[in-house]
Nanobody, 127 residues
Framework: QLQLVESGGGLVQSGGSLRLSCTASGFTLDYYAIGWFRQAPGKEREGVSCISRSGGSTNYADSVKGRFTIARDNTKNTVYLQMNSLKPEDTAVYYC????????????????????WGQGTQVTVSS
């Protein structure tokens, strides 16, 4: 069964840090670009960060630039999202998603077209 599983969410105070993990089972992430998305109550899903299958290309939403870092370890079939200087407005359910790509440097913050999605992990930042 092809599956993405997120972990690492939780409750943190404003200014704190969390590291989210996205681990694949049933397939290898080597051929996939990965995106992190989030959705807060009453808001539309937002692309947060993405990374190409090679790891050589990354992109971030303006709202998280300089605070979040995406990285991947293909030997562990896992992609990480390091979140620093968290703010209450970062509170949301965070999802990872995978899109198969023949381009080593392709990645996108647009959710349409992603092949697989995880179930999400809750991140709550208190003020």
């Amino acid at each position: 069964q092809l599956q993405l599983v997120e972990s690492g969410g939780g409750l943190v105070q404003s200014g704190g840090s969390l590291r989210l993990s996205c681990t694949a089972s049933g397939f290898t992430l080597d051929y996939y670009a990965i995106g992190w998305f989030r959705q807060a109550p009453g808001k539309e899903r937002e692309g947060v960060s993405c990374i190409s299958r090679s790891g050589g290309s990354t992109n971030y939403a303006d709202s998280v630039k300089g605070r979040f870092t995406i990285a991947r370890d293909n030997t562990k079939n896992t992609v990480y999202l390091q979140m620093n200087s968290l703010k209450p407005e970062d509170t949301a359910v965070y999802y990872c998603a995978a899109v198969r790509s023949g381009n080593y440097y392709y990645s996108t913050l647009e959710g349409i077209g992603y092949d697989y999605w995880g179930q999400g992990t809750q991140v709550t930042v208190s003020s």
